[in-house]
């Protein structure tokens, strides 16, 4: 019973984790989209940088 309550837990905080991922994507992709209204090369590096790091987390999380 104790492993079923671990497992249950585990797999909500592991829900909970994807759900701040895809909020911090959304927040990511209007950073990018205002650095190349603004031309500005060196934040739209930054926010490209982030968006693959985001990427290649949802992407182990089956998230995708």
Do not use: C, P
């Not at 671990?6 to 909020?23: D, F, P």
């Not at 209007?30 to 992407?59: C, G, P, Y």
């Amino acid at each position: 019973m104790k492993q079923m309550i671990q497992i249950i837990r585990k797999a909500e905080v592991e829900k909970e984790y994807i759900n701040v991922l895809k909020l911090e994507l959304d927040y990511e992709l209007a950073s990018l989209f205002d650095a190349m209204q603004q031309n500005d090369e060196q934040e739209m590096t930054k926010s490209k940088k982030r968006l693959q790091e985001i990427h290649v987390e949802l992407e182990a999380l089956h998230a995708l």
